[in-house]
């Protein structure tokens, strides 16, 4: 049994630098990164981004393969892809081609994408095709690059837009767009009282990417602080027949002193998961 290969995320890493994520996810037996997008190991913006060949370069040194870009976005955060009037939707349309063109030019497949978020006073719908419209904007220009857009779903504290598979799977039809696709969120699909099984029956082959963390009374804590198996939700994306990577979007204030070994932690735990019995 072939099971999805981890990659470590560095928004943990925040109070450290680039350089000290990619050293301690090589030491601890990772492969793979996905890169977010945080201004303290690489700055992105409407205007324009860092220079390629630091970050080129330091994956190389370590034997790390770039998944992806997890662009920062949400509220508070300026870019949001369901954003209302001319100048937020033209910053933020500017912000992820920028995403798209460092996917490119960092040979990486994907960016992650989300719904966006809607005003508590609006009409959902309104958001909802301001949300569509965009995201078929970035599909097409993605495509034209080579890359695709995996699209998650968010909580409910964060978005009223798409918190299901469902969610997922009707912007995607909407948008009618072959460069976008689905990750599956593994801290949203719990929120939401979702399975894996559920997410695969709703989105089947569309599912590209998983950010992959354990649940504990809040979402995306890092493996063993939580109560989910990784065992079996290992199993669950091997019936599947999933072929992404499982990116470790471990996130929580407890984890910012030592991210290293909460990574590492994970990783041991994977090892003994994948282990033949």
């Given at each position: 049994?072939?099971?999805?290969?981890?990659?470590?995320?560095?928004?943990?890493?925040?109070?450290?630098?680039l350089q000290e994520f990619l050293a301690s996810s090589e030491a601890a037996g990772y492969r793979?990164?996905?890169?977010?997008?945080?201004?303290?190991?690489?700055?992105?913006?409407?205007?324009?981004?860092?220079?390629?060949?630091?970050?080129?370069?330091?994956?190389?040194?370590?034997?790390?393969?770039?998944?992806?870009?997890?662009?920062?976005?949400?509220?508070?955060?300026?870019?949001?892809?369901?954003?209302?009037?001319?100048?937020?939707?033209?910053?933020?349309?500017?912000?992820?081609?920028?995403?798209?063109?460092?996917?490119?030019?960092?040979?990486?497949?994907?960016?992650?994408?989300?719904?966006?978020?809607?005003?508590?006073?609006?009409?959902?719908?309104?958001?909802?095709?301001?949300?569509?419209?965009?995201?078929?904007?970035?599909?097409?220009?993605?495509?034209?690059?080579?890359?695709?857009?995996?699209?998650?779903?968010?909580?409910?504290?964060?978005?009223?837009?798409?918190?299901?598979?469902?969610?997922?799977?009707?912007?995607?039809?909407?948008?009618?767009?072959?460069?976008?696709?689905?990750?599956?969120?593994?801290?949203?699909?719990?929120?939401?009282g979702e399975t894996i099984d559920g997410y695969f029956d709703e989105l089947g082959d569309r599912?590209?990417?998983?950010?992959?963390?354990?649940?504990?009374?809040?979402?995306?804590?890092?493996?063993?602080?939580?109560?989910?198996?990784?065992?079996?939700?290992?199993?669950?994306?091997?019936?599947?027949?999933?072929?992404?990577?499982?990116?470790?979007?471990?996130?929580?204030?407890?984890?910012?002193?030592?991210?290293?070994?909460?990574?590492?932690?994970?990783?041991?735990?994977?090892?003994?998961?994948?282990?033949?019995?």
């Amino acid at each position: 049994m072939r099971y999805p290969q981890l990659a470590a995320m560095n928004i943990i890493h925040s109070f450290y630098p680039l350089q000290e994520f990619l050293a301690s996810s090589e030491a601890a037996g990772y492969r793979h990164v996905e890169l977010w997008t945080g201004p303290m190991h690489f700055f992105l913006s409407t205007f324009g981004y860092d220079p390629l060949n630091e970050l080129r370069d330091g994956l190389a040194r370590h034997g790390l393969a770039l998944v992806g870009l997890c662009p920062e976005q949400n509220n508070p955060k300026p870019h949001n892809v369901a954003a209302r009037g001319l100048r937020a939707q033209a910053r933020t349309h500017a912000y992820f081609c920028n995403a798209i063109e460092v996917a490119a030019g960092l040979d990486a497949p994907q960016v992650v994408v989300t719904p966006g978020w809607a005003f508590l006073d609006e009409p959902r719908e309104e958001a909802w095709g301001r949300s569509v419209e965009m995201l078929r904007s970035l599909s097409e220009q993605a495509g034209r690059r080579g890359v695709r857009l995996v699209l998650e779903a968010l909580q409910p504290e964060e978005s009223v837009l798409a918190n299901t598979a469902a969610d997922i799977a009707q912007l995607i039809d909407e948008v009618a767009n072959p460069a976008l696709l689905a990750c599956l969120d593994i801290g949203a699909m719990e929120r939401a009282g979702e399975t894996i099984d559920g997410y695969f029956d709703e989105l089947g082959d569309r599912i590209v990417h998983c950010h992959f963390t354990d649940y504990a009374d809040v979402s995306h804590v890092a493996w063993g602080d939580g109560h989910r198996s990784m065992r079996a939700d290992l199993d669950a994306l091997v019936a599947h027949r999933y072929q992404g990577i499982c990116s470790v979007e471990t996130y929580s204030e407890r984890y910012l002193a030592d991210p290293a070994a909460a990574d590492a932690r994970t990783m041991s735990i994977y090892q003994h998961a994948t282990e033949v019995r």
